[in-house]
């Protein structure tokens, strides 16, 4: 798999997809995507530029050990959930603030932290998978 | 269409009341354990302070049950629908008297097994993930029993299914993997039927809130196989609450990981299916349950004999305490077959006791190693020169556990007794208490071989080797001195003072056999 094609578009294919994946992240509360699809693609992001840079290349790249982001992303959506404790409603009520960016409506919502929250979970919790397998592989 | 019409009004669950703040008690335990357990893992290097965000995340749990214990009992059921999505669409968090005993119990014993832990894991064990891993499964364990949605049960016996498999092969021993091998496999089997059960079930009766389940069965057509599903139940529960014949797993699991994983273990898992049992059997599908009522107390006693029969041939004392795990599954059990309100108050009291009976004497077993350097019978010996606190705080948790009184054990057992002999299920009596006779028998030569004879096997009592042992004085470690006296401290209190206890277990045993109160809380309404 080590060709000079495939080392050098790798890394543009990687951004490309984690681009993608967070475009799926975000387009999942009304329609189809969501947290754990978009997850795993950007799993396979990391997978394919472990691949083609070593496994010690994506390491540095994502700057955090991947279980830290697992739980990172398990800590965001646990407290995702909470809010609607301060307006005496069940929990994980969903709660929604607009805002406005140049004149541009944005929704900002606690589902969408806990999705968010979801993506970093499976994100964090598969690359460390991937990588430790991949690891292995190149011993 | 105008028989299966729900004979309740649903309007009623329509209405929003504000959610007091003491109803978020139900889903405070797992969202700190959660919190507590990311915490950790995000925390894994610095091994100093795991110990404090678990004994720390743990405390509040029990605090935060115990809270939520009072507020079940003054206020009654309390329920609370996630996302506020109304019953039955959304999941519900429902606690009755013995969900939170029983989570009250758990938070207790894992406590305690993280303060023994801070003295017994090792640093890489740390590192390696032993406090994320307990406070993982302690939410999984806690889920399981205040959801009130089957498909969520399902959800939290994976967390704590997988957070389990973590904890075993901590060490990453040769025999631990073997453990762990056997065990993985026979509990993923167990999980999956449960999983496909659920399906079945679903596909019956479109819901799949218990409440919601326990009102529709009743309306289905005659030829509807619900008692089929039990059956299912029956055997995927049976196989994770380790019921005979499907319990081999656990003898072949239970002495491989650290001590004080397999005091979590044996104080916990098997509970969830036993909790599982009490919970699908009696509030969900009644029917199914005195279908197999003669079925439910073969399969008791059977396990309550073998299991005690298997502690008697052993002599590796974890291996022994595993057995006796099994013969208290096969105690509760014979009250799910009678089924009256005593026999099942004796059930969930039983339960109870056994968390953290159970817990209580795996700790005991890893101090007994450390002080006399071994598991095994013939090894041990002359311990009580070495420590006679020890020896008697032994004999106090033997006793519990052989249902002896004056401890925690007896009271349950009585309202077993007379339970069975006024269901008209005698038999059951008698296996409860032969395997009563028995258990004293085994827990005789517990304590005899560890504690009363002069030194291992081979040596005469008196002889010279005994009289140097007892010069060193035991030092027990505070780590272990603090959990052995919360779990010992607790099973006498229950023992001298049932009333308590006695009272809690009643209630939650008046839910369980009329589940009418359960749909009430859950919908808001009676049906």
Known sequence: ?139 | MAANKPAFDWAAAWVMDPTPLADWLLVAPTLLLMLGGATAIMLRKKTDIQPWIGIGTIGLVVLSNILLLAHVLNNGIVSMVMGSWLPPFGIAFTADAMGVLFALAASIVALCAAIYAAGSIEQSERRYGFYPFLMLLLCGVTGAFLTGDIFNLYVWFEVLLISSFGMIVLGNEKRQLDGAMKYAVLNLLATTLFLVTTGLLYGMVGTLNMADIAMRIPQLPENAPVMGIAALYFLAFGMKAAAFPVNFWLPASYHTPRIVVSAVFAGLLTKVGVYALLRVMLVVMPEGREWLSTLIGLVAVATMLTGVLGALAQTDIRRMLGYIVISGIGTVLAGLAVGSEVSVAGSIFYAAHSILCMTALYLLAGLINLLGGSYSLRELGGLYLRSPLVAACTLVLLFAVAGLPPFSGFWPKVMLVEGALAGGMGWVAAGILVTGVLTAITIGRFWIFIFWRGGPEGVTDGTQVVVQATEEKAVIPVTVLIPLSILTGLIILIGIQPEGVMAIVQKGAAVLVDPATYVQAVFGVKP
């Open chain 1, 1 to 139: 798999m080590n060709t000079v094609i495939f080392r050098t578009i790798a890394p543009y294919l990687s951004a490309l997809m984690i681009l993608f994946s967070i475009f799926v992240l975000l387009r999942g509360h009304n329609e189809p995507g969501g947290g754990f699809i978009g997850g795993l693609i950007a799993v396979s992001a990391f997978a394919i530029y472990g691949i083609a840079c070593g496994v010690a290349a994506v390491r540095r790249a994502i700057t955090f050990h991947p279980l830290s982001i697992a739980a990172a992303g398990l800590v965001l959506s646990a407290l995702s959930v909470m809010p609607s404790i301060f307006l005496a409603q069940p929990a994980m009520t969903s709660q929604w603030l607009q805002i406005h960016v140049f004149g541009t409506p944005v929704d900002l919502s606690t589902p969408m932290f806990f999705d968010i929250g979801v993506y970093l979970v499976v994100v964090g919790a598969i690359t460390s998978i991937a990588l430790a397998l991949e690891e292995r592989e190149q011993k």
